[in-house]
Each structure stands twice: as C-alpha cells, then as structure tokens.
C-alpha cells in the first residue's frame, strides 16, 4: 500500500543525521528516496587537495535535481607547500582549480550557508598560511562575491583568509539582506594599519547580523563596529575569540558601545596571562540581557569568581561554560575562593549549569585526579545538581574546539 509522501518524509527525518540508513532509504523505494536526498545532499564538504571535487561537478551536471538540494557548503582548503626561500605558496598540491570550484559554485543556487575555511599550519597564526583573495582566480571570486551577495544567504563562516582591508570585506556580504550569521576567524588585511579606507557613507549594509564571531587580526577593523551605516543592533550571540590583547581591548570598546545591551550568549577567548587581561572583562559586558556565557581561560576557577561577581544581581544568566586546558586545582590551599563562588553563585536565581571543560594535550590522562579535584573543590555546586565537568580532546589547533 502507498504511503503518503507527508508520512514518509515525517519518517525519514527522523534518520537526517544517519547516512548509511538515508542512503539505504535510497534503495527501499521512489518515495523514500525523494526525500532521503533532501538530507544526504543537504551539507557538502568540498576538500580542494580531493579529486572527489570533480566527481561532485560531474554529478551535479548529470543530476540537475541535485544542485537545488545542497544548503550547506563547506571549502576546506588543505595546507599548500610553503617554500621558505621564495616566500610564495607552491599550488601543485591543490587539485581543485578556481574554474572547478567556480562552476560549482555557479550550480548551487540554494545555497545558505557557505563555509571556507583554509586549514593552514596548526602551530601558526599569521598570513602566509592563510588564502589570498587577491591570488584567486578571476572566475571564482565572481562566483563567491555572487554567493555573498545572495539574498538567500543566512550563515558565513570565513577562516584563514587574506583580503585587501576591512572595507573590502563587509562591502563583498553589503546586499546580503537574509545574513544572520557571520563567523570572520583568521583573517588578515594586506593594507597596512591606519590607512584602511572608511565605510563610504552612502553605501547600505544590509544584513541584520544575530551571531557575530570575531577573530581579526586588525586594530582598525574595531571603527566598522561603531559605524552607524553598519547595524549590529541585532547580534544576540557575541564570540570575541581574537587572542592579540591590543585588538581584543578595541573590539571590548566597541561592544560596550554598540552591542552589549542586547548580547544574550557572550563568548571570549582570554589567552597569555590572566592576570594582566582580566581588566578586558569590562563589567558593562554583563547585562541582565546575558543568558550564558562562554568562556576559555588559562585560570579556571579565577575566572568564574570573576565572572559571578560581575554579574548583577537581577541577572538572568542560565548557564556558564568554561574551557581550560586545566591543571591542578590547589583548591585546600586558597578554600576562600572556592567559598566565595558559592555565595555568590546563591545570588543568580536564573542559573542552572555551570560546566567546566577540560581539554586534554598530551596522552597522559590525568583527568580523573582533575575529575575528584573540581568536585572536592565545588562540592555544594555539585549537590545543588548545577555542575558539569567534560573531557575534550584537543585538535592540534591554536585554539580549542569552537573558538574559530
């Protein structure tokens, strides 16, 4: 007996995360594949070092139903030899032309979200290892600047890349009217500092952005924060993850002028001493708008008596996470500290978690001992059920999971 195709969609989405299963759906009949599809071709990771590329443009050409499919895509550049004695990258690694990825680019017409991301050395941060905008082939900067420009468009994410200023970038996504979301990490600007050219005044910015994630490794990209053609009224997630202390102190003005009022779920990334960068974390950053916050410290437990002690009493902040690659607690020696957390922490009527994560660097695991430790310390925050500690793995990267 036939099945209504409401039904057997309502089925398969229950399996959307399940490939195999999707793909089986494939074979079982017509009905269960039409849908199947909508999930398997939803997101699409292209990897430029992969012939797989190719194969993906020679399917689109042969299967137009497919093309409409895809919302969801994601570049990932693999690192390019880099020759120390030329100072250039050496493209003979990257069997992914800018023709190719532009003529797929050209196919993808429903595209909403779009990824690039250049993988770049895991032990650096600078622009050498980063992809120049200046050096892509004509073809497919057309192709990206029309994705950026289209106003299907919700989600951007940009990692590791070069462009020619500040300007250059935020006028490539100005039409985007349907951008919510941008995530800008790694990025580098080849105008040297001081002379990036200002955001002309007649010119719209058309997206009302609700997700910012900045890491830029640019002072003057701070002005653009404050420019009022540009709206940012809307941000609700705010992620500061840039680790340069000048550029992160900029970027903290500029919130406190434009954004932080209406900022629900803040995100920093405080890196080198903590001692000497607690000043960045400007009480006016913690609004009673704040529902959780994200945080990644050197200094754990100094930075959660930090946090609650800024937050004001009628906050109405739910949850608190906190990423470290921690260390010993030495909580018998300062029991003060541990004491005072929790009398403020009585003082947030609003909060149900607080979760501590330890990212693991190196095999040796000593996260039970770390485990006892954190629950010996915050024993009361433990029984009153608002204490979770989880275990990452760290990924060789410059900056834990999600900070980029």
Known sequence: MDLPQELVDTIVDILHDDTPSLRACCLAARPFGISARKHIFKKIEILSSSDASQRFYEL???????????????????????????????????????????????????????SIIETGDVNQ??????????????PLQSALANVFS??????????????????????????????KEMSLSRLYFTQDEGRHEPWPE??????KLQSLLLNVFS?????????????????????????????????????????????????????????????????????????????????????????????PHDSRLEYITLDSFAGVLHYKKVPELYTAI???????????????????????????????????AFSSLMRRGILRITKLQWQGSLYPLGWE
């Open 60 to 114: 689109l050409c042969s299967s137009p139903h497919i093309a409409p499919l895809v919302e969801d895509l994601c570049i990932v550049s693999v690192l390019e030899r880099w020759h120390e004695t030329s100072g250039f990258r050496d493209p003979s690694g990257d069997y992914m032309s800018g023709r190719l990825l532009s003529l797929i680019l050209l196919l993808l017409t429903e595209l909403i979200r779009i």
């Open 219 to 311: 002072t003057d990209f701070c002005q653009y924060l404050v420019n009022p053609h540009i709206d940012l009224t809307h941000v609700r997630t705010l992620t500061l993850a840039t680790p340069l202390p000048k550029q992160r102190k900029k970027m903290v003005q500029a919130t406190k002028l434009r954004l932080s009022r209406g900022v629900e779920h803040l995100g920093f990334y405080l890196a080198y001493n903590f001692e000497t960068r607690i000043s960045d974390l400007s009480p006016d950053l913690f609004t009673t708008n704040l529902r959780s916050i994200h945080f990644f410290s050197p200094s754990i437990v100094k930075l959660l008596g930090v946090l609650v002690k800024r937050c």
């Open 342 to 376: 929790d009398a403020i922490v009585d003082r947030l009527p609003a909060l149900k978690t607080i979760e501590l994560r330890w990212i693991m660097r190196d095999p040796s695991d000593a996260f039970p001992q770390w485990e006892a430790d954190v629950y010996a």
């Open 125 to 138: 941060s600078c622009a050498k290892f980063s992809r120049s905008w200046r050096r892509m082939e004509l």
């Open 202 to 207: 007649s010119r719209l910015w058309c997206p």
């Open 150 to 179: 289209s106003p299907r468009l919700e989600a951007v994410h940009l990692c590791g890349l070069v462009l020619d200023s500040p300007c250059h970038l935020l006028s490539l996504f100005s039409e985007a009217t349907a951008l």
